[in-house]
């Protein structure tokens, strides 16, 4: 597996961090050696569509009972207050680089 990963937000739910049309450049060994913790912001597979991404803000959580993200822009973002805890299996990477498009 490529140690890289591009995405390309497409929705409003990580504002002001990150706007539709940016591209986020993802680590996916980020966690390797240690789980996700409170402030990273990373992208998973959508619970709900496991074919889609998102990207969301850990807010807490551990490796065995899984992690509560939320978008920036909470009026804009479907997250764990909606689908429940994220299971670590879920979680893509860790966003290291944006740009704007």
């Known amino acids: 597996m490529f140690p890289l990963a591009r995405f390309r937000v497409d929705d409003h739910s990580m504002e ?3 706007r ?3 591209y986020v450049l993802v680590s996916r060994w980020a966690y390797r ?3 996700p ?3 990273d ?3 998973l597979r959508n619970p709900e569509a496991p074919g889609q991404f998102l990207v969301k803000r850990v807010m807490s959580g551990d490796a065995l009972a ?3 993200v ?3 822009n909470m009026t804009h973002s479907r997250d764990s207050r909606q689908f429940g805890m994220v299971p670590r299996h ?3 990477g860790k966003v290291r680089l944006r740009a704007r498009a």
């Open 16 to 18: 002001p961090a990150l």
């Open 20 to 22: 539709s049309g940016d």
């Open 33 to 35: 050696k240690r789980p």
């Open 37 to 39: 913790i409170a402030g």
């Open 41 to 43: 912001v990373v992208v």
């Open 66 to 68: 899984g992690f509560f």
């Open 70 to 72: 939320l978008g920036d």
């Open 90 to 92: 879920l979680i893509v």
